[in-house]
């Protein structure tokens, strides 16, 4: 299997999708006594649609409750703002206000 696993989020350890048998996937953590997943395993039956579903699921963290998910874009935009600013006193561009009005909203969360 070369879909990419993240590591556990508790301990670190790597992942593979294993195959079982002619009708399984699993993700399996390893023995490490200390991690709360210690042993833990997921299933899903074998088939293109399950592995993208498996992958996925595994990838899938939460955001921790003091945080929040921006997008990629939406953060440069407005941190290029904070840099032109500081450096050359530039007044925004009513498309900066927006950026920096929907980051704060995001914030306000
Ligand atoms: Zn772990």
Request: hydrophobic share 40%; with cysteine; charged share 30%.
């Amino acid at each position: 299997m070369t879909e990419q696993l993240k590591p556990c989020p508790f301990c670190g350890a790597k992942h593979q999708v294993e195959t079982v048998a002619r009708d399984w996937y699993r993700i399996r953590h390893p023995e490490v006594e200390e991690c709360p997943l210690n042993e833990w395993e997921i299933t899903y039956p074998q088939s293109a649609d399950q592995l993208k579903y498996l992958v996925n699921d595994w990838n899938r963290r939460a955001i921790p409750a003091d945080q929040v998910l921006v997008p990629r874009e939406l953060l440069q935009v407005v941190f290029e703002l904070a840099v032109e600013r500081l450096q050359y006193q530039i007044k925004p561009s009513p498309s900066d206000e927006a950026a920096v009005a929907e980051l704060r909203a995001l914030l306000q969360r």
